[in-house]
Each structure stands twice: as C-alpha cells, then as structure tokens.
C-alpha cells in the first residue's frame, strides 16, 4: 500500500525505520519540516531529539553519538551545511559513520529558500579542510529519497564514514506516493566505538589529532584505501542512452525529471537523446562515458547552477566527445521546452 508523503517528512520517517537513535538539528528553511517531523516522533521511537543552539553544536553533538556508536543523523540546507563542514571534517579524520541531509536552497551566502543545485562542490569535494570525501546520494523522487536514506545509513556503519544525502527544495516538499519499503540494517562490527569498556576490553580513543606526521598520513593513506572500495561497490547511476542516440543529456536530482519530458518532446521531432542520471555523486560514474553508443555525439549537462557537475562529466569524457551546458539560477528551474531547444541548437551546429 501506497501512502501520500512529502519528501522531507519521507526522510524523516524513513531514518527512523532505518534506526536512528539521534537527531541533532537546527531550523532553517526548506529543510523544517524533518527537525519537526523527528520532535514528533523521536520520543515514541526510543529515540533521542535535540534542537542544538546552532548548527555548529548540531554536528558536534552527531560526532559524540557516532563516537558512541549510535546511528545518528544531521539535516539542514545550504549555509547551514556550510557552518558544519568543520564537524563534518573532524568526523570524517575520526572515522565515523552518519548521515547528513542537505535540502538544498540557492546562494550563495543566505541566498533564498528556492531550490537549487549550487551546493555540488561543497557535497562532492570535502567542504571542510584537509584531504577526505563523503559519499554522497542524490534522489530524484520522494520514493528514491526514502530508499536511499537506507542505504546511506548502511553505507556509513559498513565504511565508517559519513554519508551525504543532497536534495533540492523541490523535492524537499514535493508529495508523492511512496511505499514505505523498510530495508535490514547492515551487520557490522562496532567494538571501535567509546560505549563504556567495564574493563572488559582495552580502552577505545576516537581523534583526528596526531602531532606525528607519519602517523596522520598512514591515517589518510588506511581513509583513501576505504574510498577506493566505496568507487568500486558504491557507485550508482541510471543510464537511459540507447544506440541511435544522438546526445546524452546528463542531470541529477529532479531535475532529471524535467529532462525526461524534454527527451519525449524531443522524440516527438525526431531527435533522439537519452538521460544518464547519477545517482551517487561521489563517487561519480565517470568510466559510463567511455562506454556510450557510436550514435553519441554531443553531450549536455543541464543542472540549478552555474555549472558545477559539468566539470565532472568533462572529467569523465576526457575529450572524447564536445560537452555543453545549460543551466539556471537562483532559485530559477528551466522549463522541458528550455532544454529541448538547447539540444536543437547542439543538433544544428550551434554552441
């Protein structure tokens, strides 16, 4: 059976199924509705919820709990996220595992409470300091959101890692039918975690410090050995090109939506095209696109920014075939026609 949901209060619901025990949150918009959703609900759950002072405090308070053992989750939406890129840095050098949620708003800076895509760097390149990446799942609907808040919840205990989740606004309070799928939790080995030894085990220490050189680069050199595995079993995208497809139209999130009504109306005039959606962001499906149909000869990246997942698919092309680009801003979501009559004009020859 099928409910009505809006996407926010899916991830909610969805993190408490999964196993959250702790919600660590701040206000601000389009991301409300889920501190709002688990003050409900954390209680009957068995669950801990805290609005902290500030979302500093909010990610400081997840980095106690994961250390703890606990699966703990943070939400928030843009600059929020940027405030907690120190935290996130610090649980990324300690190796713990969490989930973060970015509903996404434009900017940059305070920006509005409209959705948008600016956020990929700040996702997919470590916005905090030092060398690490977070893996990072982007849902297109309110049914993908759902599932893959389990998945990032197993991603994160099976790797010891935090996980991002990055959505838009839209999706954010979009409602949609979704059957509430519960997934089994991944079984993993927590005896790294400070819970209290009663003497029973040596004592556990959890830092990203070290004043030692060599022993703060074996430490990135073990993290880089785990992202290694993520690339190799954690990679998710959705590649709708066929042989005979003149252009593959790269996009994300639900804004792939709006390119797969582009691509009907598209094979309405006699133009082929197809969608390659990447599900994980980091990491990023880059060997698909040497292995596109013949028929391919033009890609377009159409994304909510000034073009940042363009430089990733430029990466993933590595000059083999001419990569353009589309995009909007500030709030700002094309319209299917925008994008049918950029590939036109690829089609035709223009730039």
């Given at each position: 059976m099928k409910v009505l949901m809006k996407g926010n209060d899916a991830v909610s619901e969805a993190a408490i199924q999964a196993g959250c025990k702790a919600f660590f949150g701040y206000p601000i918009t389009p991301q409300n509705e889920i501190p709002e959703y688990f003050s409900r609900k954390m209680e009957a759950a068995g669950g801990v919820f805290v609005q902290a002072e500030s979302e500093v405090a909010a990610i400081n308070m997840v980095y106690g709990a994961a250390a703890a053992g606990i699966r703990c989750m943070t939400t928030s939406s843009s600059p929020g996220i940027a405030l907690?890129?120190?935290g996130i840095s610090y649980i990324c050098g300690s190796n713990l595992p969490c989930v973060i949620v970015n509903v996404a708003r434009?900017?940059?800076?305070?920006?509005?409470?409209?959705?948008?895509?600016?956020?990929?760097?700040?996702?997919?390149?470590?916005?905090?300091?030092?060398?690490?990446?977070?893996?990072?799942?982007?849902p297109s609907t309110v049914q993908e959101a759902w599932d893959l808040v389990f998945h990032a919840f197993n991603v994160a205990d099976k790797y010891r890692t935090p996980v991002?989740?990055?959505m838009e606004g839209l999706l954010g309070q979009m409602m949609e039918p979704l059957e509430m799928k519960v997934s089994p939790p991944v079984q993993v080995d927590k005896s790294w975690c400070v819970n209290g030894n009663s003497g029973k085990r040596p004592r556990n220490t959890i830092t990203s410090l070290s004043l030692y050189a060599e022993v703060l680069e074996?430490?990135?050199i073990d993290r880089f050995k785990v992202y290694e595995e993520i690339k190799k079993n954690e990679t998710k995208v959705e590649n709708g090109v066929k042989d005979g497809d003149t252009v593959a139209i790269v996009a994300y999130g639900s804004p792939a939506r709006i390119v797969s009504n582009a691509i009907e109306e598209l094979a309405a005039d006699g133009i082929k095209a197809g969608l390659i959606r990447p599900i994980s962001l980091?990491?990023?499906?880059?060997?698909?696109f040497q292995n596109l149909p013949g028929s391919v000869k033009h890609i377009l990246v159409a994304e909510l920014s000034m073009g940042q997942m363009v430089e990733d698919v430029r990466l993933g092309v590595e000059g083999k075939y001419p990569v353009h680009f589309y995009g909007r801003s500030g709030g700002s979501i094309f319209e299917p026609s925008e994008i049918?009559?950029?590939v036109k004009e690829i089609v035709k020859g223009g730039k």
């Open positions: 907690k890129q120190e434009c900017g940059p800076g305070l920006g509005g409470i409209l959705p948008a895509q600016s956020d990929y760097f700040q996702a997919t390149r470590g916005g905090g300091n030092g060398d690490y990446y977070t893996p990072v799942f982007a991002m989740i990055l074996q430490m990135n980091w990491p990023y499906p880059y060997d698909l049918t009559a950029k």
